[in-house]
């Protein structure tokens, strides 16, 4: 039997694909009408000046995420100063507009500042705690909630990553160190342990919920899963789904953190049709947002993309940029892409 959900996708990569006479033409209804927990959307500041990006922003969501001036690389400078123009403007619109601020990142091993590296451990771990203190204190009583520590599962899966945090603080000293100490920034927060690839590598999603458990059991205040979800389109049906029952046992807050879907596939000869990869995208993304709405409502944080349209995706761009690809819910013009319909559909239960 062909359910009424698998016409509705497969007619909307017919549109994705030219062939638009079967594309039911729908409207786009609002995302946070729709859904009963936050969507959320990675910004910029110079989104702001943007009218049709506010436009679209304010339409569908409830919720921003500072895609990179929250984070290190643009707060502190190799001198240690430390600059706050950006993120401010970001909490400032929030508040303007009565939106969720949500904070990413307070340690990454991947921004670890030059001016960490020139510090003897003494000194290292006064200024870490510092940082998190300066920073997620600046936003106490604003942020509903900050990815504490980003990314610290190895790329494998196997184990976990060393970075510049582990080698002075320990493998996993530098995790609780940073959650204990953003705990007496902000009480208030919900705090969240990040990380990508958890639904397409069973092993690193496997990893990341062992290293939640062992935090868990030491009393460290690990309050909520994040899972960034830049999803593998081409990963098997029900790996995603599999993952967030595995993810649902804590019972904590879980925020799909990071949600884009890339058409491209890098590292092979691609050999699917544009209607393949469309229906593949819509799959995966369906899947995902089915999951995340099958969850108990205390765990539904929230449900954020990484970026409102195609061309404002990180994955745009770059060298390795076609400009093809739309890994987001809207084209360049602010149109609903196949995608965003497939996250509709999830959220209807069509
Ligand atoms: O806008 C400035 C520009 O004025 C300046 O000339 C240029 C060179 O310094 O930098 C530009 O800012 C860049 C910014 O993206 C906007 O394009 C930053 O250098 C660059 O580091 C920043 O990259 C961000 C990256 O995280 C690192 O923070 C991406 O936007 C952001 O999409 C990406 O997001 C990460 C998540 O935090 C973690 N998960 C993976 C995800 C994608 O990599």
């Given at each position: 039997m062909i359910d009424r959900r698998s016409v509705l996708l497969s007619s909307l990569a017919l549109a994705a694909c030219g062939?638009?006479?079967?594309?039911p033409v729908a409207d786009?209804?609002?995302?946070k009408s729709i859904a009963p927990f936050p969507i959320g959307v990675a910004a910029m500041?110079?989104?702001?000046?943007?009218p049709a990006w506010v436009n679209l922003a304010l339409t569908h969501v409830s919720q921003l995420t500072p895609e990179w001036e929250m984070k290190m690389e643009y707060?502190?400078?190799?001198?240690?100063d430390y600059r706050w123009e950006a993120p401010d403007r970001i909490a400032d619109f929030c508040t303007a507009h009565e939106l969720r601020l949500y904070c990413t990142t307070?340690?990454?091993?991947?921004q670890d500042s030059a001016f960490f590296r020139s510090l003897d451990p003494p000194r290292f771990r006064r200024e870490y705690d510092r940082y998190i203190a300066e920073v997620a204190g600046r936003y106490r009583g604003r942020?509903?909630?900050?990815?504490?520590?980003?990314?610290?599962?190895a790329e494998d899966g196997d184990g976990l990553r060393s970075c510049l945090w582990s080698d002075v603080l320990g493998q996993e000293g530098y995790i609780v160190r940073a959650f204990e100490q953003a705990k007496l920034a902000d009480p208030d927060a919900v705090l969240f342990l990040n990380d990508y690839n958890l639904e397409n590598n069973p092993v690193k999603g496997a990893t990341f919920l062992r290293l939640v458990e062992r935090l868990l059991k030491a009393g460290v205040p690990v309050g909520g899963i994040g899972t960034?979800?830049?999803?593998?389109?081409?990963?098997?049906?029900g790996r995603t789904r599999a993952f967030f029952h595995e993810a649902a046992q804590f019972g904590l807050p879980i925020h799909v953190s990071e949600l884009d879907a890339s058409l491209?596939?890098?590292s092979r000869i691609d050999t699917r049709s544009p209607r393949q990869k469309i229906d593949q995208q819509t799959a995966r993304v369906a899947e995902l947002t089915e999951a995340f709405v099958a969850l108990p409502a205390a765990q539904r944080f929230a449900f954020t993309v990484w970026g409102l349209r195609d061309t404002d995706?990180?994955?745009?761009?770059?060298?390795?940029?076609?400009?093809?690809?739309?890994?987001?819910?809207?084209?360049?013009?602010?149109r609903p892409n196949p995608m965003y319909r497939a996250v509709m559909a999830g959220l209807r239960g069509d």
């Open positions: 062939n638009t006479e079967a594309a786009a209804t609002p995302l500041s110079g989104h702001f000046d943007e707060i502190l400078s190799e001198t240690g307070l340690i990454w091993y991947s942020a509903t909630g900050w990815d504490v520590v980003n990314e610290a599962v960034q979800s830049h999803l593998d389109i081409e990963i098997p049906a491209r596939s890098d995706s990180w994955l745009r761009g770059g060298t390795r940029d076609d400009g093809k690809d739309s890994p987001l819910l809207f084209d360049a013009a602010g």
